[in-house]
């Protein structure tokens, strides 16, 4: 099983033995154990255009893991904002 915690970047070295950044795409099942969501739910957001994005590859949806904490973030900032009214 993948680890949920781990960063959203990883590291592969290119042509010249230089290190890049690559962004680390995970399928439903691991986006939604990443932002606490059921399967279900993240295919009904997908369905009404909700919900983090995603992109599909080979038809199969993915999510980038930095774009999963973005949406996190913004959600809780959008909360704190309707808390102070």
Do not use: C
């Not at 950044?21 to 279900?40: H, L, P, S, Y």
């Not at 995603?54 to 809780?76: C, E, I, K, T």
């Amino acid at each position: 099983m993948r680890d949920a915690q781990s960063t959203s970047i990883n590291q592969t070295p290119d042509d010249s033995g230089e290190f890049e950044a690559v962004e680390r795409w995970v399928d439903t099942n691991t986006a939604a154990q990443i932002i606490g969501f059921k399967e279900g739910t993240l295919r009904n957001w997908r369905s009404h255009q909700k919900g983090p994005p995603f992109s599909v590859a080979g038809g199969n949806p993915r999510y980038r893991v930095s774009d999963l904490h973005a949406w996190m973030q913004q959600g809780r900032a959008e909360a704190s904002s309707a808390i102070r009214g």
